[in-house]
């Protein structure tokens, strides 16, 4: 039987890259599934491929920024399948900047998305799990939040803040039966990522990616989705206010060749 049959389960940022990888994952292992995201367009494409696989999905156009949207969002998962049992709060952004030179525009955007947004849906995504006697959340941060970078100081504040709140919330509701972890990718090829490398085609803008990985190469979107499963599945049932790198060996330390 498949590890999710029956279940609920909500990612946000699901429209492309891990998000994407992620709830087709969800709905391979049975689970029905709402995807959430910004753009029309791309959510509505990205649901097509799921339904093309075999999925039971929908989309919810959502701005996790926006505590209307994010409550409207959960209060349609449920009015639609009745339950929510697992979240994967994945939407996020970057922004490139040295302190004194990044724009307060940049700034605000990084943290409103990255950890606003993240605080939000386990706000209304608690309490509808609390209702239906627990569930799983799985945050996405990043190997920025285990680390620095020069110029990431937006995007690896609110990555170390995502690991802050996650603490927090799965001590709260540990006893409630709702456990609280986060994933924290490296390099990963996403179409968020390549963006960074303009003028490199995919396949070159990988291995530059994979440069600073010790396994020598970036991760696929789908070596994310597994860890995400496992940590809202049964079998990590004892695992809680974890963090876990995804990151081919970066957080290990340095490589003695680099």
């Given at each position: 039987?498949?590890?999710?049959?029956?279940?609920?389960?909500?990612?946000?940022?699901?429209?492309?890259?891990?998000?994407?990888?992620?709830?087709?994952?969800?709905?391979?292992?049975?689970?029905?599934?709402?995807?959430?995201?910004?753009?029309?367009?791309?959510?509505?494409?990205?649901?097509?491929?799921?339904?093309?696989?075999?999925?039971?999905?929908?989309?919810?156009?959502?701005?996790?920024?926006?505590?209307?949207?994010?409550?409207?969002?959960?209060?349609?998962?449920?009015?639609?399948?009745?339950?929510?049992?697992?979240?994967?709060?994945?939407?996020?952004?970057?922004?490139?900047?040295?302190?004194?030179?990044?724009?307060?525009?940049?700034?605000?955007?990084?943290?409103?998305?990255?950890?606003?947004?993240?605080?939000?849906?386990?706000?209304?995504?608690?309490?509808?799990?609390?209702?239906?006697?627990?569930?799983?959340i799985v945050n996405c941060?990043?190997?920025?939040?285990?680390?620095?970078?020069?110029?990431?100081?937006?995007?690896?504040?609110?990555?170390?803040?995502?690991h802050g709140l996650t603490?927090?919330?799965?001590?709260?509701?540990?006893?409630?039966?709702?456990?609280?972890?986060?994933?924290?990718?490296?390099?990963?090829?996403?179409?968020?990522?390549?963006?960074?490398?303009?003028?490199?085609?995919p396949e070159a803008a990988?291995?530059?990616?994979?440069?600073?990985?010790?396994?020598?190469?970036?991760?696929?979107?789908?070596?994310?989705?597994?860890?995400?499963?496992?940590?809202?599945?049964?079998?990590?049932?004892?695992?809680?206010?974890?963090?876990?790198?995804?990151?081919?060996?970066?957080?290990?330390?340095?490589?003695?060749?680099?």
């Amino acid at each position: 039987m498949a590890r999710f049959t029956d279940k609920v389960a909500l990612v946000t940022g699901g429209n492309s890259g891990i998000g994407l990888a992620a709830a087709l994952a969800f709905a391979r292992e049975g689970a029905r599934v709402a995807i959430a995201a910004r753009r029309a367009e791309t959510g509505n494409e990205a649901l097509a491929t799921i339904k093309a696989a075999g999925g039971k999905a929908i989309f919810v156009q959502t701005d996790v920024t926006r505590a209307a949207d994010v409550e409207a969002m959960v209060e349609t998962v449920v009015s639609t399948w009745g339950r929510l049992d697992y979240a994967f709060n994945n939407a996020g952004r970057s922004a490139y900047g040295t302190t004194a030179d990044l724009p307060e525009e940049d700034w605000d955007d990084v943290i409103e998305v990255n950890l606003k947004g993240v605080w939000l849906c386990m706000k209304y995504e608690i309490r509808r799990m609390l209702e239906s006697g627990g569930g799983a959340i799985v945050n996405c941060s990043s190997v920025s939040g285990l680390d620095g970078w020069e110029g990431g100081g937006a995007y690896v504040a609110s990555k170390h803040a995502v690991h802050g709140l996650t603490k927090c919330a799965a001590l709260e509701y540990v006893t409630q039966g709702i456990r609280i972890n986060a994933v924290c990718p490296g390099n990963v090829v996403t179409p968020m990522t390549l963006g960074g490398y303009a003028g490199l085609a995919p396949e070159a803008a990988a291995l530059e990616m994979g440069k600073t990985h010790p396994i020598r190469r970036a991760a696929q979107p789908e070596e994310v989705a597994e860890p995400v499963l496992f940590l809202c599945s049964d079998a990590a049932s004892d695992i809680t206010g974890a963090f876990l790198p995804i990151d081919g060996g970066v957080s290990a330390g340095m490589r003695g060749d680099v």
